[in-house]
């Protein structure tokens, strides 16, 4: 369970630390909102080159915590990985064969915080560097 992860957002690969990146996604993530949800990965595709999980339905508060952490970077100045675009899976496993999709029984959980994970390329290391709680819009309300 410790590696199970979905991307929400990938920055292009740096050939040096990027500090000054990481000092301002920081600081995006902590004026990013949203409110904690369920998630549930119930169908399975097999694509030519690896396997995921999918939400068989649309997930209406994944889609809005993914926009609001590309806004956040974007208004920090930083843009995301050239040709990447969201698209909600985990991946279980890379191989070669024949396409396939098929309803599973899956499994889900309850999203109540996302990370800023630092991938060292070439050298199956990450590093998580922050994580943030999902408190939704009600946390400041005075009744």
């Known amino acids: ?29 902590t004026g990013v909102m949203a409110e904690p ?13 690896s396997a995921a999980l ?18 956040g970077m974007n208004a920090a100045g930083i843009a995301l990985r050239p040709g990447w675009s969201f698209s909600p899976h985990q991946t ?3 191989r070669d064969g024949r396409p396939e999709q098929r309803p599973v029984e899956g499994f889900g959980w309850h999203v109540d915080r996302f990370m800023l994970v630092c991938s060292h390329v070439g050298r199956t290391h990450h590093e998580t560097l922050a994580t943030w709680q999902l408190k939704g819009s ?6």
């Open 92 to 94: 279980l496993f890379y």
């Open 54 to 71: 999918r939400p068989s339905h649309a997930v209406p508060l994944l889609n809005a915590l993914q926009k609001r952490i590309a806004a």
């Open 37 to 49: 949800f369920d998630l549930r990965l119930d169908r399975l595709t097999v694509g030519h080159r």
């Open 1 to 29: 369970m410790d590696h199970q992860h979905m991307t929400l957002a990938i920055t292009c690969d740096y050939a040096d630390y990027p500090y000054a990146v990481i000092k301002a996604l920081l600081r995006a993530g």
């Open 138 to 143: 009600g946390q400041y309300s005075l009744f």
